[in-house]
Nanobody
Framework: VQLQASGGGLVQAGGSLRLSCAIS????????MRWYRQAPGKEREWVAT???????NYADSVKGRFTISKDSAKATVYLQMNTLEPEDTSVYYC?????????WGQGTQVTVSS
């Protein structure tokens, strides 16, 4: 199973980015899909979750600015990030639960300049 994250980059404060995480490999069932982030010198923190039924949950720090979504047919999870702030600068990681295991993507760098 592989998770390929993309869409990161450099953006000015107030701007937007859309991250994608494409999932490939032999998977029977993808359950919870999540985004995490890790800033330099800090621990990895949870950002958002989308459940199999489509329910969404967000960290307080991103609520109202970020939106998680998925395309089950494409086995892809997205993170739309609006009104970005310098504090959002991090490496963003996708994470999924399957029927047997938990998997991480390789991360994509998001840098927000002030």
């Amino acid at each position: 199973v592989q998770l390929q994250a993309s869409g990161g980059g450099l953006v000015q404060a107030g701007g937007s980015l859309r991250l994608s995480c494409a999932i490939s490999g032999r998977i029977i069932c993808i359950n919870y899909m999540r985004w995490y982030r890790q800033a330099p010198g800090k621990e990895r923190e949870w950002v958002a979750t989308i459940t199999p039924s489509g329910s969404k949950n967000y960290a307080d720090s991103v609520k109202g600015r970020f939106t998680i979504s998925k395309d089950s047919a494409k086995a892809t999870v997205y993170l739309q990030m609006n009104t970005l702030e310098p504090e959002d600068t991090s490496v963003y990681y996708c994470n999924i639960d399957t029927e047997y295991n938990n998997y991480w993507g390789q991360g994509t760098q998001v840098t927000v300049s002030s």
